[in-house]
């Protein structure tokens, strides 16, 4: 079984955001053919550790689903279906104990998907948290399901996390800035805050910002906002942004902007302005891009067609729902901000431009046009006379450049001033 540990470790290796994963893909295992769940069930209490990983693995397959069902208010408790399936979660639980160490990390991933549609995430924590493994296979495991059942109020203590932060995994230090995330832990975030300031890697600072995402309190948003003016990086200066709309003190955010709209270069404007467009429904984005426009920032052409697209979203609604009167109120902020900010006067004085200089490059062309159409005339003036057109119809050739059909056919037939004239 110990081969087995390290073949999981090396499949340690699909990165952080592997939590989002809905299969037990990084585990090998073998499904036998014609088994039921209640056949890998019994296979949970086999005396071989390789048997009970498989099962575990196999079922694991199915957590979601057994997440579901165990957390239908609806369906009859006293079903098969539902009385297998409590079963099966509470050998899961009870397989956290094991000595085994792949018994463990595989039970574990089974609890991440089972918890993806568990309502009764809390009573997972505590069962999570008494692993004692270093293997880091199981560290990483037990990270990813805190993360998966954790919120901001519950108890994991500081000296828990650091330990995950100590790791010497590389893997397994950096998964744990999600779960910090998780918890909004502001202490911690304090101390990794040091940490990005110690560091030059892009790559490490970036992944420090994983523990950010979610509600950063004031004091971290004034580093942010001085990182954002100050960073070389492109990618660290958009992770910045990306965070902006999730800080606690969102007012904070877009008066910071509002003064500093100016220092922002032109390039990061237009990369705050496309994030926050995608959202332009909600409070912030609507905040936001008011501001931008207010400033005399000119969109892309598409930014008002797809402004109108949202605002008609409502428009054929006899009654709104809560929210959607506070998404149409959000979107109308951004309308008048168009209307009535600097934007279309910037707008329309960009158009002008650009008329002026089709404008001119009109001219030229019509001079060039009047030249070649001059000597083209005389020119078909000189044949026309050669084959005694009468004055007649050289004259509408000119006047309209162009001759109509009956007149066409007189150049074969010429009028009677062309024949007394021969």
């Known amino acids: 079984m110990k081969k087995i540990v390290f073949v ?24 036998i053919p014609q088994f039921s769940d209640e056949d890998y069930f019994i296979q949970l209490s086999d005396k071989n550790p390789e048997v009970v990983y498989n099962a575990a693995i196999n079922l694991g397959e199915r957590a979601s689903g057994f997440g579901r069902m165990l957390s239908d208010e609806k369906i009859d408790k006293k079903s098969s279906e539902y009385i297998g399936a ?37 009573e997972i924590l505590n069962p999570v948290l008494k692993i004692k493994s270093n293997n880091p296979q199981v560290v990483y495991e037990q990270i990813i399901a805190l993360e998966h ?19 010497p995994s590389w893997i397994v230090s950096r998964s744990s800035y999600l779960l910090i995330d998780k918890l909004e832990n502001e202490n911690l975030r304090t101390e990794l805050i040091a940490r990005y300031k110690t ?44 965070i902006l709309g999730n800080c606690k003190n969102q007012e904070k955010v877009l008066t910071w902007l509002a ?38 920032f000119i969109p892309r052409n598409d930014f008002f067609s797809l402004l109108d697209e949202k605002i008609d979203e409502y428009s054929d609604k006899d009654s709104l729902k809560p929210d959607d009167k506070e998404s149409l109120n959000n979107l109308k902020i951004v309308e008048e901000a168009v209307i009535s900010g600097k934007v279309m006067a910037a707008y329309w004085q960009s158009l002008r431009r650009e008329k002026q200089a089709l404008d001119a490059k009109m001219a030229g062309l019509k001079a060039e ?47 009677e001033e062309s024949k007394n004239r021969k």
């Open 149 to 167: 059942v954790a919120n901001k109020d519950s108890d994991i203590a500081d000296s828990t996390l650091r330990k995950f932060l100590e790791n």
């Open 199 to 242: 560091v030059s890697s892009e790559t490490e600072k970036l992944l420090i910002l994983n523990a950010f995402k979610n509600q950063p309190g004031d004091n971290i948003a004034d580093f942010f906002f001085n990182e954002i003016l100050t960073s070389k990086s492109n990618k660290i200066r958009y992770a910045l942004y990306d």
């Open 86 to 122: 409590k079963r099966i979660y509470r050998k899961i639980v009870e397989l956290l104990n094991s000595h085994d160490d792949s018994i463990v990390a595989a039970s574990l991933r089974f609890l991440q998907l089972f918890s993806n549609n568990y309502t009764a995430k809390a």
């Open 369 to 415: 046009y009047d030249v070649v159409a001059k000597e083209a005339g005389s020119r078909i003036d000189e044949i026309f006379r050669k084959y005694g057109v009468s004055e007649k119809i050289r004259r509408e050739y000119r006047e309209n450049i162009t001759i109509s059909r009956d007149t066409l056919k007189s150049l074969f037939a010429p009028d």
């Open 259 to 296: 003064q500093n709209y100016g220092r922002i270069i032109l390039d990061d404007q237009k990369y705050l302005f496309e994030h926050y467009t995608a959202t332009m429904k909600e409070k912030f984005s609507s905040k936001l891009l008011a501001i931008f426009l207010n400033n005399g």
């Open 8 to 31: 999981l470790a090396s499949i340690l290796l699909l990165g952080i955001s592997s939590c989002e994963e809905e299969s037990f893909s990084r585990y090998p295992s073998v499904a």
